[in-house]
């Protein structure tokens, strides 16, 4: 690869004063015959070198992306309210490799473009909550120029020694593609049997902190 990139440097380096020479047969004859055989391998490559880097640097767009936003918050268990999470960090895993990490708002607010055509999970929290994990099946959104959004607000809670809340190694909802309503859902009685197993963890979690407070 160094090598590529040192010959395509000469190449065009040499292209300029070429131009630039009034004799370019006679400039020629100056290098020897190993050095002329390097530069037309350079002359002929050069040339769909630079279509390519053009591709690669086009500016970015989502068309065939869906946009994922909303609002992390932070849920205080024994006053049961919410308010706001700054900075939580989010991890994304592409078919189970990791694909991206960054940390959320200073609102709480959170907004990215993820391409069709994967699986995704979604972590929330990092090390200051007990991470909430999001499933995404994108492999039959169809192919659009404006992407669609899928908005899910996140409410994130602290670890309590003592509870159980390993309900959570699992994914909490599961959205995919229904090509019947052209829309992303919710994977409602997955929702639904993980959310009563949560409550239940909540619900012991607060008892157990009331009692400490008092």
């Known amino acids: 690869m160094v090598f590529w990139w040192l010959t395509a440097s000469n190449c065009l380096l040499l292209k300029t004063n070429i131009k630039?020479?009034?004799?370019p047969g006679v400039f020629l004859l100056l290098y020897s015959m190993k050095f002329s055989v390097l530069l037309i391998i350079a002359w002929l490559c050069v040339l769909p070198a630079e279509a390519q880097f053009r591709k690669v640097n086009k500016t970015p767009d989502t068309e065939n992306h869906f946009l994922m936003n909303?609002?992390?918050?932070?849920?205080?268990?024994?006053k049961d309210q919410e308010m706001p999470a700054s900075h939580v960090q989010?991890?994304?895993?592409?078919?189970?490799?990791?694909?991206?990490?960054?940390f959320g708002g200073a609102d709480g607010a959170y907004s990215f473009y993820l391409p069709i055509g994967y699986e995704y999970e979604v972590w929330f929290?990092?090390?200051?909550?007990?991470?909430?994990?999001?499933?995404?099946?994108?492999?039959?959104?169809?192919?659009?120029?404006?992407?669609?959004?899928?908005?899910l607000d996140v409410s994130l809670f602290h670890a309590v020694?003592?509870?159980?809340?390993?309900?959570?190694?699992?994914?909490?909802a599961r959205i995919f593609y229904d090509p019947e309503t052209d829309a992303a859902r919710t994977d409602d009685a997955f929702f639904k049997k993980q959310k009563v197993e949560l409550d239940r963890a909540i619900k012991k979690a607060k008892k157990q902190l009331q009692t400490v407070k008092d």
């Open 20 to 23: 630039r020479s009034v004799f």
């Open 70 to 78: 909303g609002i992390i918050y932070n849920y205080d268990i024994v």
């Open 90 to 102: 989010i991890v994304i895993y592409q078919n189970k490799e990791l694909y991206v990490a960054f």
């Open 125 to 151: 929290g990092g090390s200051a909550y007990v991470n909430k994990k999001l499933a995404v099946d994108a492999t039959q959104m169809p192919e659009e120029k404006k992407p669609r959004s899928v908005v």
């Open 161 to 172: 020694e003592g509870v159980d809340f390993s309900m959570l190694n699992d994914p909490y």
